[in-house]
């Protein structure tokens, strides 16, 4: 029964289940305050108990490629559920930073259509192995990614010109992949994080870390074991509550 719908009445159909399901984002006096749902569904009538429990302060939206690739449908899901943002991840089988300007153009014009804002761009930035110490969990997602650690640079530039495309100061980045000692890590990823926070502060970019459990900044204790975000501070967690001002 997709998103607490019944079967035969509903037009978005369920995609294969993820270790996390979705990603509900929460915004409030321009703070986003993601809240990371793992390794269990959330059905429509979830995100209508959420919206009524949470203070009209607060603005919700979903990662559009949680419900499905093809955006229209997830902006009509994102629309009939009374949401106002989405976060862009992957859509029509790519990974948004491998987009064409025809494919952002066409992408921007149905977010617009459908009345909605984009909350961040969920960039695989950093979602790859680090040099020194590579590795590559069995597993993990990827969205249609494909980039390493000399891509980084360009991801960088891209995505600054992405989210200023779509009207957000906020990125999603990662930690590298997990390797077998994270703590070790942690030295290498501080100052790859401090150099992209320097480049994205110059932009007017707020990089927001993930605590994703494929990589080396796995959970809340973790984020504050590797100091990262003292790194700089334009540098913000995701998937932690709450975030600070």
């Known amino acids: 029964?997709?998103?607490?719908?019944?079967?035969?009445?509903?037009?978005?159909?369920?995609?294969?289940?993820?270790?996390t399901a979705g990603t509900i984002l929460g915004t409030r006096d321009s703070t986003t305050i993601p809240v990371t749902y793992s390794g269990r569904d959330v059905d429509a009538g979830g995100?209508?108990?959420?919206?009524?429990?949470?203070?009209?302060?607060?603005?919700?939206?979903?990662?559009?490629?949680?419900i499905s690739e093809e955006l229209d449908q997830a902006l009509d899901f994102i629309t009939h559920y009374s949401l106002g943002y989405c976060e862009v991840r992957e859509m029509w089988q790519k990974n948004v930073m491998s987009l064409s300007r025809e494919e952002l153009n066409r992408?921007?014009?149905?977010?617009a259509r459908h009345?909605?804002?984009v909350s961040s761009i969920a960039s695989p930035i950093f979602k790859y192995a680090l040099p020194e110490m590579p590795a590559?969990?069995?597993?993990?997602?990827v969205f249609h990614s494909t980039f390493t650690e000399s891509d980084s640079s360009e991801l960088l530039r891209k995505s600054f010109e992405i989210a200023h495309f779509f009207g957000t100061d906020k990125i999603r980045v990662f930690s590298y992949w997990r390797?077998?000692?994270?703590?070790?890590?942690?030295?290498?990823?501080?100052?790859?994080?401090?150099?992209?926070?320097?480049?994205?502060a110059r932009n007017g970019i707020i990089l927001m870390v993930e605590n994703e459990y494929d990589c080396n900044v796995g959970s809340a204790k973790e984020l504050d074991a590797s100091c990262?975000?003292?790194?700089?501070?334009?540098?913000?967690p995701i998937g932690t509550w709450p975030m600070p001002p």
């Open 228 to 236: 990262v975000m003292s790194t700089h501070p334009t540098c913000a």
């Open 115 to 117: 009345g909605l804002r």
């Open 136 to 141: 590559h969990p069995d597993g993990a997602l």
């Open 179 to 200: 390797v077998a000692e994270p703590e070790k890590a942690y030295p290498y990823v501080r100052d790859r994080l401090a150099k992209a926070a320097d480049l994205a």
């Open 47 to 66: 995100l209508a108990g959420h919206r009524q429990r949470t203070s009209s302060s607060f603005k919700l939206g979903i990662i559009t490629d949680e």
């Open 107 to 111: 992408a921007k014009t149905l977010i």
């Open 1 to 19: 029964m997709p998103y607490g719908l019944p079967e035969e009445k509903s037009p978005y159909a369920r995609r294969q289940p993820r270790k």
